[in-house]
């Protein structure tokens, strides 16, 4: 089994307490597991708007042209 490394990030106390209220009621026991999931989504939600707007590959435009020739729009 691979052994699961971490580290240490400290957060002012006002802000561990607004999350310590965020995280009542959720399941979650301890603030860094909260934390960690908080920041997965946060990271995973960026990742995918990323995706989105990465817009056509040369290879995707140039297969997009193929066909719009073999349909008569383009020359």
């Known amino acids: ?3 699961k490394k ?3 990030v400290s957060i002012p ?3 561990a307490k607004k999350v310590k209220k965020r995280m009542e009621g959720t399941g979650f026991t ?3 597991s909260y934390v960690t999931y908080v920041l997965r989504q946060v990271i995973s939600s960026i990742e995918e708007e990323e995706r989105q707007h ?3 590959s ?3 435009e140039e297969r997009v042209k ?3 020739r073999a349909l008569g729009y383009l020359d």
């Open 58 to 60: 040369k290879e995707d």
């Open 30 to 32: 301890s603030l860094s």
């Open 66 to 68: 193929e066909r719009l």
């Open 54 to 56: 990465e817009g056509f």
């Open 6 to 8: 971490y580290t240490t």
């Open 13 to 15: 106390v006002p802000l």
């Open 1 to 3: 089994m691979t052994e």
